[in-house]
């Protein structure tokens, strides 16, 4: 990673996988080394359904800076071609405030030379708006201009509240600043205009529990003992001992509240205000359950089943009152939604209105309440301390895009696991820059940790890296390795343009397809050339798919070392 020093706050935590060895950075070109952000033209004027033209942050692995055979041996040179064991984490920084981009509008990028909020039907909400008109939906972008105002670069000295929304099976095509031609997410799209859009970021699994555990515990699932999705049947969960990002962020000083999905274990010992949540509102489980799962409130049931159609807006509610309850002190909001995730649940008030079907309405509804949100922390004044991550857990079921990516949910190619992360600190967070590093989510718990600074545990291994450096300075930051887990099994490997497949899930329950877990394998793919994982390149390689392949190996054997002394 880049920046060196120890921890704040406490002793630095062993962390898997390392830094980059010389080798390793001889993948990256000198455009790379540079470390500058390419300045694009202006947002307006783009036709309807692309994307707002921001300026890029491109990889360190760019493929023009290495033809693919000698980006292949660059892997494979020096002692071991491997990570070293431990990353030192240094001091957040401040960073220099780039000029605001335009906004894009509803499906499509509009210009407003103002520096304001162009109104996109319904009005603007003002501090005055009624709970109806909120609730209704009539005009959910109440101070959506403060997203993108700078303000100078010492605020990043304050330690910012956090939001996190994690919406469940949304896929990385499922958003007009992502691409989509048919949904319309227009309150995403501003939040990415006025922060950083991450192009290569993964979830820590493919599947619903997993990736969660993973997000707040900043280990791959299988290390901290739950690789499986949960139903009602199960009486396992989270362990208590496991550290999530919860509790690293309320004992440096924070609130901290679930709201929506918990899915991390029912029986009361797993439950959120055991792992460092203050507050709980939302599903224990999924919404597809059988029985369907009851809304609970704290540890008390206040609806069962749960009325789906109106659990986004609940949630919101929600969300405002803690964010009211809690705007003179840090806090930490984890809101889970339960859509899209199938059984769709859309309420009336949106039924219809996205070209993109039952689909499209839910994820319009959530971009809508996201709006009440942000309108809130800008009613409250505390809109420029705050960082919002917007993002999903995994790839999309059977409905859902996957933009330019082949596979879905519960498989490890790129549409199952690579998904939307935007991130907006306006003032701190850079504005208008398209970041394609790659990254795991992994990352989120040590990231926000040095943010805060909270001391990461020197007891246990993270997979994670820190980030911050992207984050405040627009820095590349190679953050190593990137595993994908399915269930138990690491099915694969990418190391900067490269992904090694060893194994995939079979299916046919989620997928379809009748094929053995190792059929056709192993395959190599260069994701810079070949995002589609369509062409198979093992064969010209062997040298590259041993090295990957022992990676894995080495990897696996540790991460399963490691999850036995932890169960």
């Not at 020096?78 to 001091?91: E, F, K, Q, T």
Request: with cysteine; glycine share 12%.
């Amino acid at each position: 990673m880049a920046g060196t020093g120890a921890s704040r706050g406490g002793p630095r935590a062993d962390v898997a996988g390392g830094r980059a060895s010389d080798a390793g950075r001889a993948l990256l070109g000198e455009h790379a080394r540079r470390g500058r952000v390419r300045p694009v033209g202006p947002a307006g004027g783009a036709r309807r359904g692309t994307r707002p033209r921001l300026p890029v942050l491109r990889p360190a692995t760019q493929r023009r800076q290495a033809r693919p055979v000698e980006a292949a041996r660059a892997v494979l040179d020096g002692p071991d071609g491997v990570h070293a064991a431990a990353l030192r984490r240094g001091r957040r920084p401040g960073g220099d405030v780039q000029p605001h981009l335009p906004a894009p509008g509803r499906g499509r990028a509009d210009e407003d030379r103002s520096g304001g909020v162009r109104q996109n039907g319904g009005g603007i909400m003002t501090a005055a708006a009624t709970r109806r008109q909120v609730l209704q939906g009539a005009g959910a972008l109440a101070g959506l201009a403060a997203l993108a105002r700078p303000r100078p670069a010492a605020a990043a000295s304050r330690a910012p509240n956090v939001i996190i929304v994690y919406c469940d099976d949304m896929g990385y095509g499922d958003l007009s600043c992502y691409g989509s031609p048919l949904i319309r997410t227009p309150v995403v799209d501003r939040l990415a205009a006025g922060g950083m859009r991450f192009t290569t970021m993964y979830s820590a699994s493919p599947l619903c529990t997993p990736s969660r555990a993973a997000l707040l515990t900043g280990c791959y699932a299988p290390r901290v003992n739950l690789p499986l999705v949960l139903d009602p049947r199960d009486t396992n969960g989270l362990a208590p001992s496991e550290v999530t990002l919860a509790e690293y962020l309320r004992d440096a000083g924070y609130a901290t509240a679930c709201i929506g999905k918990w899915h991390l274990g029912e029986p009361a010992r797993f439950r959120p205000d055991k792992q460092g949540f203050d507050r709980f509102y939302g599903l224990l489980g999924s919404n597809d359950w059988n029985p369907r799962p009851a809304l609970y409130d704290g540890d008390q049931i206040i609806e069962n089943p749960a009325d789906q159609p109106t659990l986004t807006r609940r949630y919101t509610e929600q969300a405002v009152s803690f964010v009211r309850d809690h705007a003179d002190r840090p806090f930490f909001l984890y809101l889970a939604h339960t859509m899209p995730h199938e059984p769709l649940a859309v309420e009336p008030a949106f039924a219809g209105r996205s070209a993109g079907g039952d689909y499209g309405d839910v994820i319009e509804t959530v971009d809508h309440y996201l709006g009440v949100l942000l309108g809130e922390l800008d009613v409250l004044g505390i809109r420029q301390d705050t960082m919002v991550i917007f993002t999903s857990d995994n790839g999309p079921w059977y409905v859902g895009g996957t933009g330019p990516f082949a596979g879905r949910k519960a498989e490890t190619y790129e549409g199952g696991m690579r998904v939307p992360f935007v991130v907006s600190w306006p003032g701190t967070v850079p504005a208008g820059v398209t970041y394609e590093e790659p990254a795991c989510m992994v990352d989120v718990l040590p990231t926000l940790a040095a943010l805060a600074g909270a001391g990461l545990r020197a007891d246990r291994v993270i997979d994670g890296r820190d980030l911050s450096a992207a984050l405040l300075r627009a820095e590349r930051v190679d953050r190593g390795d990137i595993f994908y887990y399915s269930r138990t099994d690491c099915n694969a490997v990418r190391r900067g343009q490269w992904k090694l497949h060893v194994k995939r899930f079979p299916g046919p329950y989620y997928t379809g397809r009748g094929f053995s877990a190792t059929e056709e394998l192993p395959q190599l793919f260069d994701l810079d050339r070949d995002p589609e994982e369509a062409y198979d390149l093992s064969g010209r390689h062997p040298e590259l798919v041993a090295a990957l392949t022992a990676r894995i190996r080495k990897f696996d054997e540790d991460l399963k070392a490691d999850s036995a002394q932890r169960a």
